[in-house]
């Protein structure tokens, strides 16, 4: 039985949405995948993050990523099901995307 570390999915996931603001190919990916796991809600605030960055530049990607982070934790603790799964939109994203 595998032991899934639940910050460290919504560290890892964070980080790959950070990743993938620049890359639209990547982003319209997440943007599917994920508002399907996580809920309509999800579109908005992915659509939001990349507004944040493009009006405030780069700069702003750790602070998207650490935001990201917080709401993948909470959404992990309410619905700890979803860890295996959001670990592996990371895994495929890692493999589009290395980084």
Same mark, same amino acid.
């Given at each position: 039985m595998q032991v899934i570390h639940q910050p460290r999915v919504a560290? =890892? !996931?964070?980080?790959?949405?950070?990743?993938?603001?620049? =890359? +639209?190919?990547l982003f319209r990916w997440l943007y599917?995948?994920?508002?399907?796991?996580?809920?309509?809600?999800?579109?908005? !605030?992915l659509d939001e993050t990349r507004d944040r960055v493009r009006r405030? %530049? =780069?700069?702003?990607?750790?602070? +998207?990523? %650490?935001?990201?982070?917080?709401r993948l934790e909470d959404?992990?603790?309410?619905?700890?099901?979803?860890?295996?799964e959001l670990a592996g939109i990371v895994a495929t994203a890692r493999a589009v995307r290395p980084y």
């Open positions: 560290w =890892d !996931a964070a980080r790959v949405i950070g990743a993938a603001v620049h =890359d +639209e190919e599917r995948v994920l508002g399907d796991l996580l809920g309509p809600a999800t579109w908005a !605030a405030a %530049g =780069d700069d702003r990607i750790p602070v +998207e990523t %650490g935001v990201w982070r917080v959404s992990l603790r309410g619905r700890p099901d979803l860890a295996d």
